[in-house]
């Protein structure tokens, strides 16, 4: 039968996961589906057969490819009132801590884990806290582990912040050395990498959940309840309500804010 041994998208992203180990299984399939055929057209393929084999044979394609279905769209303080929550709703009860451990657990290229970092150092809180962030998408991780920013993207940046914490340079904006020594960066798939235990006081998981299926955020959302300490906070972004947030141990305690159980 004609178009019977095709690749459909069920076909193609099995290859992936098989060859690339990127698991586009837990991610919305519309979506997903909708992004990777109009990239596909926009580079000349109708087929996923022929684009499969040339994403398989040409990195440029490949990394292309990989960088628009993690999605990697981020922001300093991105929606800015939900960070004064967290200001006063975690960090200040927090103070009186030896050490604060967080972790920016889907941090694209660095603009959540600096932003912490900013926060941290106006409330006098950096020195005592290890900032973690990890992402599955590797040229995002170099960019976020560069901290070079443009004007365009330090644009909702206060201005004292901004003086204060950047250097400008050539290139554009650097952050400050001294908070970028305060952020390790490291690789981590949230649906594959193995998660620890107890080890967080604060995580975020900020405008990444959007895109998985429900068995995606289940395995999600047990891996993070897993790695927060007793009484540890899980800070979402601001269109990501845990629906039973109790299946994982976790209460809501503001909006968008949620803590694990004692
Ligand atoms: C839209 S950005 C969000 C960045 C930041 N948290 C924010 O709210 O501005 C989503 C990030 O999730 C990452 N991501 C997607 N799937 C992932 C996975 N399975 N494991 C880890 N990171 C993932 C992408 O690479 C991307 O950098």
């Excluded at 690339?20 to 087929?47: C, N, P, W």
């Excluded at 900032?131 to 940046?157: C, Q």
């Excluded at 998660?195 to 975020?204: C, E, G, N, Q, T």
Aim: charged residues 30%; hydrophobic residues 40%; glycine residues 6%.
């Amino acid at each position: 039968m004609i178009g019977e041994d095709k690749l459909d998208y069920t076909g193609f992203i099995e290859r992936v996961y098989a060859r690339l180990g990127l698991d586009l299984r837990y991610y919305k399939r519309r979506q997903m589906e909708r992004r990777i055929l109009s990239l596909m057209r926009r580079r000349g393929f109708q087929a996923y057969e022929d684009y499969y084999e040339a994403i398989m044979h040409d990195s440029a394609l490949r990394q292309e490819f990989i960088d628009r279905v993690t999605i990697n769209v981020s922001e300093f303080f991105r929606n800015g009132s939900r960070w004064n929550v967290l200001a006063e709703q975690v960090f200040l009860p927090l103070k009186d801590r030896e050490r604060i451990k967080i972790w920016s657990s889907a941090c694209s290229t660095g603009e959540e884990p600096y932003s912490l970092a900013m926060m941290l150092d106006r409330l006098g809180l950096l020195d005592k806290s290890v900032i973690e962030a990890s992402d599955i998408d590797r040229p995002a991780l170099d960019k976020a582990r560069r901290g070079v920013y443009s004007e365009e993207a330090l644009k909702k940046v206060a201005d004292s912040y901004r003086s204060t914490y950047f250097l400008r340079t050539a290139d554009g904006y650097q952050i400050l050395p001294r908070l970028q020594a305060k952020v390790h960066f490291f690789w981590f798939d949230l649906l594959r990498s193995p998660y620890p235990d107890r080890a967080y006081d604060l995580i975020l998981n900020r405008n990444v959940v959007i895109y998985f299926t429900d068995e995606g955020k289940d395995h999600l959302y047990r891996g993070l309840s897993r790695a927060l300490k007793p009484g540890g906070y899980l800070f979402v972004g601001s269109t990501e309500q845990i629906f039973t947030p109790e299946r994982y141990g976790l209460y809501l305690v503001a909006p968008f804010l949620y803590r694990k159980k004692m």
